[in-house]
T-cell receptor
């Protein structure tokens, strides 16, 4: 079946790097995503990576994909207090219609 | 960029009443929209896939008679929670895919609608 797992909580100090990890089970996933959710708000797409890529960098964000181990990570460089939010990893599984399977979300707490 | 709008953002209703939530794609057409439900401190669970001009596809365990979905146009899908009960209280989020674009990267989410049933 399709399953996505994330650690639930991460705390870092402002200015440090944050690394949020995610594992998934469906090897047929073609896209893997990172979304950010601030309190009481919807989801904001941060970045996504195609399954044939190992890495994608976008300003402070770096996504690493280990397809063999089905492991995805999101690194946020120079973490700011405004980065405090819940981060969701998601995969599209064997579907290309837009249906996504989400992890439980990782709450990132950034301390000043 | 593309925007998906949900309305209302918050709604409080009495038990037994029905509530309609709208999801609109503001600057693109969406043949497919998705409705998710999120409980506090939990992940998003897909409820159903809304297809323009046809019946919605519901996920296992989701009551289609309880959660009515209508996708009457390429820019609007509605979710009606019928005879709402306190256990239906949740955060409902829709997403829409821009039909002009290929791949699965262009999926946009609404801001969510928080339903509280008293």
């Amino acid at each position: 079946g399709e399953d996505v797992e994330q650690s639930l909580f991460l705390s870092v100090r402002e200015g440090d790097s944050s690394v949020i990890n995610c594992t998934y089970t469906d090897s047929s996933s073609t896209y893997l995503y990172w979304y950010k959710q601030e309190p009481g708000a919807g989801l904001q797409l941060l970045t996504y990576i195609f399954s044939n890529m190992d890495m994608k960098q976008d300003q402070r964000l770096t996504v690493l994909l280990n397809k063999k181990d089905k492991h995805l990570s999101l690194r946020i460089a120079d973490t700011q207090t405004g980065d405090s939010a819940i981060y969701f990893c998601a995969e599209n599984g064997s579907s290309n219609t837009g249906k996504l399977i989400f992890g439980q979300g990782t709450t990132l707490q950034v301390k000043p | 960029g593309a925007v998906v709008s949900q309305h209302p953002s918050r709604v409080i209703c009495k038990s037994g009443t029905s509530v309609k939530i709208e999801c609109r794609s503001l600057d693109f057409q969406a043949t497919t929209m998705f409705w998710y439900r999120q409980f506090p401190k939990q992940s998003l669970m897909l409820m159903a896939t809304s297809n323009e001009g046809s019946k919605a596809t519901y996920e296992q365990g989701v009551e289609k008679d309880k959660f009515l979905i209508n996708h009457a146009s390429l820019t609007l899908s509605t979710l009606t929670v019928t005879s709402a009960h306190p256990e239906d209280s949740s955060f409902y989020i829709c997403s829409a895919r821009d039909r002009r674009r290929g791949g699965a990267g262009e999926l946009f989410f609404g801001e969510g609608s928080r339903l509280t049933v008293l």
